[in-house]
């Protein structure tokens, strides 16, 4: 596992960005960079660790600046090396997160089941992703909705809610999901593939009227506002 923080997070964005590009070029597999958001405290390490090696640690610590792993999935008969990216939640590492959420494929919107707060912060961490990502069109992104911590007794947000706010959010897949017992982790990893693939293929039949235009990236002139 790699954990950027401070003044190293600009170097290790630009080595991050030259894999993609070397991996890309190389053909072996489709790269995917993935990013988890969320606020702190839900559980975005132990449900990228739970994946990834199939290990959780009950006395894990809040993620520090960024954290990321890598690992090579098959999905529908594609070979896939899914880049994951943990956040931390904490507004005070802001200016060291949104860096990272240009050139996501993916974004994994994740809040725990005993935590009212952190559901009703999705949209705030949606709005915050599309902004810093350069993205325009929000219903044409790839987000995956990660109702974690499943496994608790003292949940306070019903399932019911969560699919209520999907359904409100351009039908965003929703997953209920427990880290510690590993219940809809990997399936919901590799939703998110089907979920880019899905759009991808909604954007390509879509017709084409004169010159095409990316909706994903703002205007120049739309970038001079500021996300609050």
């Not at 390509?204 to 009227?209: D, I, L, N, R």
Request: hydrophobic residues 35%; neutral net charge.
């Amino acid at each position: 596992m790699f954990q950027i923080q401070g003044d190293q997070y600009s170097a290790l964005n630009i080595v991050s960005n030259l894999k993609v590009i070397l991996h890309k070029m190389s053909g072996k597999s489709k790269l995917l960079k993935v990013v988890l958001l969320g606020d702190g405290g839900v559980g975005k390490s132990s449900l990228m660790n739970r994946f990834v090696s199939n290990k959780f640690d009950a006395q894990s610590f809040h993620t520090i600046g960024v954290e990321f792993l890598n690992k090579d999935v098959e999905a529908d008969g594609e070979h896939y090396t899914m880049q994951i990216w943990d956040t931390a939640g904490q507004e005070r590492f802001k200016s060291l997160r949104t860096p990272f959420y240009r050139g996501a494929d993916c974004c994994l919107l994740t809040f725990a089941v005993d935590d009212m707060q952190s559901f009703r912060n999705l949209s705030m961490w949606k709005k915050e992703f599309l902004y810093y990502a350069d993205i325009e069109d929000g219903n044409n992104f790839p987000f995956v909705i990660l109702a974690n911590k499943v496994d608790v007794d003292n949940r306070c947000i019903p399932e019911s809610d969560g699919k209520e706010w999907c359904a409100n959010n351009g039908q965003t897949p929703y997953f209920e999901t427990s880290a510690k017992d590993s219940t809809n982790v990997e399936e919901a990893f590799k939703a998110a593939i089907r979920r880019i693939r899905q759009l991808e293929e909604f954007v390509e039949m879509k017709p084409s009227h004169g010159n095409s235009v990316d909706l994903r990236k703002k205007s120049k002139a739309q970038q001079s506002g500021c996300c609050n």
